[in-house]
């Protein structure tokens, strides 16, 4: 590219990027638009849900490990806090993602895509679609928010360290939020300077991507192949901007739920992530506050990511998730890991709690959403990713059959679990068997959502024991 188009290039995008601000990383797909959210089907339909809960660096397996397979089995130690939702939930063990073997820092970039980004070869950062917005490109349009994305940190993160779990089907990164305030003003709170403010905000912006889409053409004739296959993907995620400018505008007119005075006030308190327990539980309130009002049907929501996943000073931990996870067989560390990994299943156990108290006409709202809580590694230490931590709950009035612990590790072991660090590890090493995917999980959930597919990345099918 000729310096003279270069600069054509740096100033249109400058120019397209000031007038949007942080929007640009939220794609909205043709699915999402809002022409139908009058349509007397979707408003008779009973919402379906979905919610991701991430947590990093994986667990001390000697305490998470379920050691019977089928409905017989005991909770482990870190899973006790879950006993009153026993019928709710279904543990795994022996999961992995194929693409994701080997790979020490992409886990949480593909928890939920499952593609091959490849950190050690140096190559081009490349990821997909991630499950949950496959299905907020179809539910999506029926609620305020297609999707709603929450974490630990702010924003993107950067390629090979995300703080998001959601990408668009370019594979781009959607910002997650990671104060309650913000967040319940973004979705509560009364437009800044009025409906007639914020239109005329969203009038400004279709401005600039007409200017934007305009120049643009002109550009193209003078561009090489590579730079125009660039320039389109470029112009696609513009495209994306402008369907959802259009649906922002479309929502104006609609009034927000009214939120009792009491339940307003406690999340305009600002609650500090140095008290992990109370900012975990504020989270997890606003993600069910979002679903009884259904502002959204879909959820992701990073616990921590492997850079940054929270000290418990409350039960004296005073040490990073992530460097727990790097406890050289420790036991005092891994004790400690062990005592993290049971407070944050206590904070999970608390969502459980009231999704399962609140109802959803005439069933508790548990029973219309389903939640997989996980991670994308194993054993910490190493950075391996086979016999992922998984459980997934609710989902019972979707169809789904829980109260059992599916081990896929078990038909290829010898022997019944020692629970010993050694075994612990060489379960985390290579998978024990192929077909245990993640993925099929997934597909599971896109099928229950009434997403029309039949696969989802390398998925092999939806997993039988639970439909």
């Known amino acids: ?57 994986g667990v001390n397996g000697m305490t998470w490990q379920v050691k019977k397979s089928g409905r017989d089995y005991d909770l482990s130690p870190a899973l006790q806090p879950l006993a009153k939702h026993r019928q709710d939930f279904t543990v795994f063990s022996g999961l992995h993602h194929p693409n994701g073997l080997g790979q020490a820092h992409v886990c949480a970039d593909t928890w939920l895509t499952g593609a091959k980004i490849d950190a050690q070869g140096g190559r081009k950062y490349e990821n997909s679609i991630s499950v949950d917005q496959m299905m907020a490109e179809v539910v999506g349009q029926q609620t305020r928010f297609p999707s709603l994305e929450l974490s630990i940190s702010s924003g993107t993160g950067h390629p090979f360290g995300s703080s998001t779990l959601a990408f668009s089907r370019d594979g781009v990164p959607l910002p997650a939020d990671d104060n309650p305030k913000v967040i319940f003003n973004r979705l509560f709170g009364e437009e800044v300077g009025g409906i007639g403010a914020q239109r005329a905000r969203l009038t400004k912006r279709r401005s600039v991507l007409d200017a934007v889409l305009e120049d643009a053409k002109s550009l193209r004739l003078e561009l090489g192949k590579d730079d125009r296959t660039k320039l389109d993907e ?136 389903m939640i997989m809580f996980g991670s994308g590694m194993s054993y910490g230490h190493s950075h391996a990713n086979s016999n992922l931590p998984i459980l997934l709950a609710g989902g019972r009035g979707l169809g789904l059959k829980h109260g059992q612990h599916i081990d896929y590790n078990r038909p290829h072991l010898k022997e019944d679990y020692t629970l010993s660090y050694d075994e612990w590890r060489s379960l985390c090493g290579r998978p024990k068997d192929g077909n245990a995917r993640l993925s099929n999980v997934m597909l599971t959930m896109l099928q229950k959502m009434e997403i029309q597919t039949e696969k989802f990345v390398d998925s092999l099918g939806p997993v039988s024991e639970i439909v």
């Open 1 to 57: 590219m000729s310096n003279i188009l270069s600069q054509r290039w740096r100033l249109s995008r400058r120019h397209f990027l000031r007038g949007l601000g942080a929007t640009m990383a939220l794609p909205l797909l043709d699915a999402m638009a809002p022409r139908r959210l009058s349509a007397a089907a979707a408003a008779a339909a009973k919402p379906r849900r979905s919610v991701f809960v991430y947590i990093p660096n």
């Open 234 to 369: 470029y112009l696609h995620s513009v495209r994306d901007v402008e369907q959802r400018t259009e649906r922002l505008d479309a929502w104006l007119d609609v009034p927000k739920p009214t939120v009792e005075k009491k339940v307003a006030e406690n999340f305009q308190k600002d609650v500090p992530k140095a008290q992990a327990g109370e900012y975990w539980r504020t989270m997890f309130d606003l993600m069910v506050l979002a679903m009884r009002t259904d502002m959204t049907r879909v959820i992701t929501y990073m616990n921590g990511s492997e850079g940054n996943g929270l000290a418990i000073p409350e039960i004296g931990i005073t040490q990073a998730r992530h460097n727990l996870s790097h406890h050289n067989g420790d036991p005092l560390i891994l004790d400690r890991l062990a005592k993290s990994d049971t407070f944050i299943m206590e904070q999970f156990a608390h969502f459980l709690d009231e999704l399962s108290t609140i109802k959803d006409g005439d069933e508790p709202l548990l029973d219309r959403t």
